[in-house]
C-alpha cells in the first residue's frame, strides 16, 4: 500500500507564495512521475503541474509555480508565487507508483490541501 500525504496550503493574499509538499510512503518500488492537480469550486480537476524527467505545467501557471522532486525523500513539491485569486482550489498530490517489482504502475491520489487566495 502507497500513501500520499500532502502539507503546506492555507490563506494568502493575492501575490503571495506558497510551497505545497507531499510525500509518498509505504511500498515503493519506482516512481515514474509525480504531479499536482487542483478542482476549484464547480470546476473539473485539473493538471497543475508534473514531472518525471522533465516537468510539465499548465499555461495558466507557467513562470509562476515551480515543481520539484527529492528522490531520497519521495517527496514533490511546488512552489507557488505570485498567487491569485483563480488559483483558489483544493490541490491534490498524484503519484505514479509502482510498489513491487512484480506489480503494474498504478496512480495515487493524496487527501488533498485546500489553497484559497484573497485579500
Known amino acids: 500500500q502507497v500513501h500520499l500525504v500532502e502539507s503546506g496550503g492555507g490563506l494568502v493574499q493575492p501575490g503571495g507564495s506558497l510551497r505545497l509538499s507531499c510525500a509518498a510512503s509505504g511500498s515503493i518500488f519506482r516512481i515514474n512521475a509525480m504531479g499536482w492537480y487542483r478542482q476549484a469550486p464547480g470546476k473539473e480537476r485539473e493538471l497543475v503541474a508534473r514531472?518525471?524527467?522533465?516537468?510539465n505545467y499548465a499555461d495558466s501557471v507557467k513562470g509562476r509555480f515551480t515543481i520539484s522532486r527529492d528522490n531520497a525523500k519521495n517527496t514533490v513539491y511546488l512552489q507557488m508565487n505570485s498567487l491569485t485569486p483563480e488559483d483558489t482550489a483544493v490541490y491534490y498530490c498524484n503519484g505514479n507508483i509502482r510498489s513491487s517489482y512484480y506489480s503494474v504502475s498504478i496512480d495515487y491520489w493524496g487527501q488533498g490541501t485546500q489553497v484559497t487566495v484573497s485579500s
Open positions: 514531472i518525471t524527467s522533465i516537468t
